[in-house]
């Protein structure tokens, strides 16, 4: 845990929230809702079939009441969100085993609680690392178990980013295997609603070029994530047994992306490009 050192220490070096467990059905309508969005002609799993990996993440979702949201869209308490002023989010990366592929309208419990708190220096100030470990069984035994590594700050600094977005500049190719993608504000708009994600760099221009500092709407780091997955789910048969990505540096609406990766004899290794950067996200995936 933090010391009393830090500034930001002071309000979390005794916060410890208990452990939470919930259940739900994976039903198959958000299967198809996202197998829509990323422009599949039919869901990509359907009932008794297994999940995609990541793909957990269209469930177990949390609606607070509106009034109970910030000012940036994110909720303003919550369980796992850790008490400082001012606070900020942004998704780091992750991890996941993957023992049984989760099945599609299976009843399934998840336990959620923090693994980890941290308090590090950055370049811009200080910085609030967190690590949630979610657990999810079905049939009675554990088939997956994640961690994400979520940052939080008490300001609003977007870092160095462009001014502009320049939409048809094209990233290199690169890569045995390879997704092109172009996100536009539809697309945003669709996955923050599967995801039950209010930020509002995802969706409010304005907001996110007044006060988050940012050229553009910012695209989804677990979109990011997705697209990798969708790599290997596209171009092999092989049952992905862990996982770990990096969400390295922002991407923006309308920028030309391309997701790429190179299969080995036991795994892959995945980036999302665009032309100001060639590893904005990268994945590790390793193969049962």
């Not at 916060?15 to 039919?42: H, I, K, M, Y």
């Not at 009843?107 to 950055?122: F, M, P």
């Not at 290199?172 to 697309?187: E, I, K, N, T």
Request: aromatic share 8%; glycine share 8%.
């Amino acid at each position: 845990m933090p010391t009393r050192s830090s500034v930001l220490g002071t309000y979390v070096d005794s916060w410890d929230p208990c452990p939470l467990t919930d259940d739900e059905v994976l039903s198959a309508a958000p299967v198809a809702a996202l197998s829509a969005v990323l422009n599949q002609s039919r869901p990509v799993a359907g009932v008794g079939e297994a999940l995609p990996p990541l793909w957990h993440w269209l469930y177990f979702l949390r609606w607070p009441k509106q009034d109970e949201l910030g000012e940036d869209g994110h909720p303003g308490n919550g369980h796992f969100l850790p008490p400082i002023p001012g606070r900020q989010r942004m998704f780091a990366g992750g991890r996941c085993e993957i023992a049984e592929p989760l099945s599609v309208g299976a009843r399934t419990e998840r336990t959620s609680s923090i693994a980890n708190v941290a308090v590090k220096q950055g370049r811009t100030g200080e910085m609030v690392f967190v690590t949630q470990r979610n657990e999810f069984r079905q049939h009675g035994h554990t088939c997956l178990v994640e961690e994400q590594d979520i940052v939080y700050r008490s300001d609003r600094s977007a870092g160095d980013h462009p001014d502009a977005v320049d939409t048809s500049a094209t990233p290199q190719p690169g890569g045995d295997w390879q997704l092109a993608a172009r996100p536009d504000p539809a697309l945003l708009f669709r996955f923050s609603a599967l995801t039950a994600n209010a930020h509002r760099i995802h969706y409010d221009s304005p907001y996110v070029r007044e006060e988050e500092g940012y050229p553009e709407l910012v695209v989804h780091g677990p979109l990011l994530a997705v697209l990798m997955l969708e790599l290997v789910r596209r171009n092999d048969s092989r049952r992905v047994r862990s996982l770990s990505f990096r969400l390295r540096s922002p991407v923006f609406s309308r920028e030309q992306i391309v997701a790429s990766g190179n299969p080995s004899a036991d795994g892959a290794m995945l980036q999302v490009a665009t032309h100001r950067d060639d590893r904005h996200a990268t994945a590790e995936v390793m193969f049962a």
